[in-house]
């Protein structure tokens, strides 16, 4: 197995995260993809996000991005390139993001998966992350998703 290293995002890797974006998500979403990497540099720069990256020698081979929610942390982007999946990569950045949660003080972090994709469900649920609720997601108008949450520290939570 291939080491892989865990680092935040950086200027020049806009390019391999608007890749690894089209290749992820194009088959759900047409959006701009190199604008989209743009804006998740951004807002790491402002403060607003954090992104992780997974590296396998010199190639971004998946990102995972965090933001702030009203209800703790919000995951909106995973993605590890088709041919490192089930390689551990998606857990690293997982963790990542979870750790970057703690030290922002999120009590939890959460997101949407497709209510039709049980492999991902799956993948999240050994991750530690429970369903939590049925979603309307309003992206992809009609299909329902699957709220998920993991729990980073309830002793984090605002209402102790």
């Avoid at 991005?65 to 703790?72: I, T």
């Avoid at 997982?94 to 209510?115: C, D, H, P, Q």
């Avoid at 649920?125 to 997601?137: F, N, S």
């Amino acid at each position: 197995m291939m080491s892989i290293d865990i680092r935040q995002v950086a200027a020049e890797d806009i390019d391999s995260i608007a890749n690894l974006s089209e290749e992820g998500f194009r088959q759900f979403y047409q959006f701009d993809w190199q604008a989209n990497a743009v804006a998740l540099c951004e807002a790491v720069v402002a403060g607003r996000a954090f992104v992780a990256v997974a590296e396998a020698g010199d190639e971004i081979v998946g990102y995972c991005n965090l933001r702030a929610w009203p209800a703790g942390g919000w995951v909106d982007q995973i993605v590890v390139s088709g041919g490192m999946r089930r390689q551990g990569v998606g857990r690293a950045l997982i963790e990542a993001v979870v750790r970057e949660a703690a030290k922002r003080k999120f009590w939890k972090v959460s997101l949407i998966t497709s209510e039709g994709d049980a492999g991902t469900r799956l993948f999240f649920e050994r991750c530690g992350w429970e369903a939590v609720g049925v979603m309307k997601d309003e992206i992809k108008r009609g299909v329902n998703g699957i709220l998920m949450s993991r729990i980073v520290d309830y002793r984090l939570h605002p209402n102790p």
